[in-house]
T-cell receptor, first 109, second 112 residues
Framework: KQEVTQIPAALSVPEGENLVLNCSFTDSAIYNLQWFRQDPGKGLTSLLLIQSSQREQTSGRLNASLDKSSGRSTLYIAASQPGDSATYLCALNFNKFYFGSGTKLNVKP | GAGVSQSPRYKVAKRGQDVALRCDPISGHVSLFWYQQALGQGPEFLTYFQNEAQLDKSGLPSDRFFAERPEGSVSTLKIQRTQQEDSAVYLC??????????FGQGTRLTVV
């Protein structure tokens, strides 16, 4: 079974900081990797999708990278804002999605 | 609508009651997934459909759980004789094969 680990489990930062969320996995034979955001009591919102052949994807202040050889992905958030506060989940697509437990981010005004 | 729609949003069931959860995927999406999410955890895979074919049901926790997608669009997840450990958020997602997955808002099931 694919194991997905997200570090840290929780993170609290002041507004304006740049930050990195980490995702590691055990099996590199993935189709793609997707980063999601989940607000309390809500479903998952897709942030970025990285295909297996790609190294990174960018959307606005978000940048996600993928290194299959080391079994790692990172989500970089630039100039964090209080509205970024949420739980961030990475998911590996292996015909089905394997999720980490998420990183709960709190950005303080 | 443009997104994945799930109903009901909230369901309270008495222990032993049967429940049915509905998922309307994005039109044209071939793949449909059901996930179960416990509080503070990431979603756990339940089952996967490609069109009307259930290709993987390895995550269904017991034979009380049953899913169908008879016409390759709307899907229903049925839980028979609900138990307290079934309390969770049930998430549905759809996608084109191997492409970006889109999730619904989920159904929060509470078994009392």
């Amino acid at each position: 079974k694919q194991e997905v680990t997200q570090i840290p489990a929780a993170l609290s930062v002041p507004e304006g900081e740049n930050l990195v969320l980490n995702c590691s996995f055990t099996d590199s034979a993935i189709y793609n990797l997707q980063w999601f955001r989940q607000d309390p009591g809500k479903g998952l919102t897709s942030l970025l999708l990285i295909q297996s052949s790609q190294r990174e994807q960018t959307s606005g202040r978000l940048n996600a990278s993928l290194d299959k050889s080391s079994g790692r992905s990172t989500l970089y958030i630039a100039a964090s804002q209080p509205g970024d506060s949420a739980t961030y989940l990475c998911a590996l697509n292996f015909n089905k999605f394997y999720f980490g437990s998420g990183t709960k981010l709190n950005v303080k005004p | 609508g443009a997104g994945v729609s799930q109903s009901p949003r909230y369901k309270v069931a008495k222990r032993g009651q049967d429940v049915a959860l509905r998922c309307d995927p994005i039109s044209g999406h071939v793949s449909l997934f059901w996930y179960q999410q416990a509080l503070g955890q990431g979603p756990e895979f339940l089952t996967y459909f490609q069109n009307e074919a259930q290709l993987d049901k390895s995550g269904l926790p017991s034979d009380r759980f049953f899913a169908e997608r008879p016409e390759g669009s709307v899907s229903t997840l049925k839980i028979q004789r609900t138990q307290q450990e079934d309390s969770a958020v049930y998430l549905c997602a759809s996608s084109l094969v191997d492409f970006e997955a889109f999730f619904g808002q989920g159904t929060r099931l509470t078994v009392v």
